[in-house]
C-alpha cells in the first residue's frame, strides 16, 4: 500500500492509494485500525475527500463518488467525470448556497473549482433534463461533443463498466442557459417540460442564478 491521500470522518478514513485504489480503514476497540472495504480496481488516486459523499480523482483526470459496503468488504463506483485535469487536492466546504455540502478541487495546473452536492432529487432530475437539452439543442462551437468529452477515461488495459446513472451534472453546461436569449430559452425548454418538471423558463433561470452563486 502506498498511500497518498487521506480523509477521516469519524472513526473511518478513507485513503488514496497510487495502486490500489481505495480502503476504508476503521478504528477498532482493540485500538488498532482495519481494514473494512476496498476498490479492487488499479487506479492512481490522487486526492479524496468525505461528506455527505465520498470522492476521489485519479491521475487520469476523472473524479468519481464512491460508496462503500462492509458486507462484501468492496468500495463501488456510483458516477464518474472527466475533469481533464489531474487534481491534487479536495477541501470539504460543507453546506454552500444550494447545495448540502461542497467541495473546493484544486488541480495540477492552478485551475480551482467546485462540487456541489444536491440533496434534493428533484432538482438534481431538473438540471440532469436540463443538461442533456443543452447538449442536444445547443451545441458547442465546431461541434464539440462536451457530453462525450466527459466521460471517464480509463487506462489502457482497463475493461470496467464505468457506471452510466448521470450522478454528476456538467455545471460548464447547464450555466450556459444564462447566456441563451428568452427565445432560445423558449425553444429548449418547453411548455411540455414545465408541465412535466414544474419549473417554467423563469425558474430555471434563477436555480442556475442559484448555482453561480454559490461558487
Not at 462503500?68 to 460543507?94: E, F, K, P, Y
Not at 423558449?186 to 414545465?194: A, N
Not at 412535466?196 to 452563486?213: M, Q, W
Amino acid at each position: 500500500v502506498l498511500g497518498v491521500q487521506m480523509e477521516r470522518d469519524g472513526n473511518s478514513v478513507l485513503l488514496g492509494d497510487m495502486l490500489r485504489s481505495c480502503s476504508l480503514l476503521e478504528w477498532k476497540a482493540e485500538q488498532k485500525w482495519q481494514g473494512v472495504a476496498h476498490s479492487y480496481h488499479s487506479d492512481w488516486i490522487t486526492a479524496v475527500a468525505m461528506g455527505k459523499c465520498w470522492l476521489a480523482t485519479d491521475s487520469l483526470g476523472n473524479l468519481q463518488a464512491l460508496q462503500a459496503s462492509t458486507n462484501d468488504g468492496r468500495i463501488t463506483c456510483l458516477g464518474a467525470m472527466h475533469l481533464g485535469q489531474t487534481v491534487n487536492r479536495l477541501l470539504r466546504l460543507g453546506p454552500r448556497g444550494l447545495f448540502t455540502d461542497a467541495w473546493l478541487y484544486f488541480t495540477t495546473l492552478g485551475t480551482i473549482g467546485l462540487i456541489g452536492f444536491c440533496g434534493e432529487e428533484k432538482i438534481s432530475a431538473v438540471l440532469r433534463q436540463l443538461e442533456s437539452k443543452l447538449a442536444t439543442a445547443h451545441p458547442w462551437l465546431g461541434q464539440f461533443d462536451q457530453a462525450a468529452w466527459r466521460l471517464p477515461h480509463a487506462a489502457l488495459g482497463d475493461s470496467r463498466s464505468w457506471p452510466t446513472s448521470g450522478y454528476f451534472v456538467d455545471g460548464l453546461q447547464v450555466e450556459r442557459w444564462s447566456t441563451l436569449t428568452t427565445e432560445e430559452q423558449g425553444r429548449i425548454w418547453s411548455g411540455e417540460d414545465e408541465e412535466r418538471t414544474g419549473f417554467t423558463c423563469a425558474d430555471l433561470t434563477r436555480l442556475i442564478g442559484e448555482i453561480s452563486l454559490s461558487k
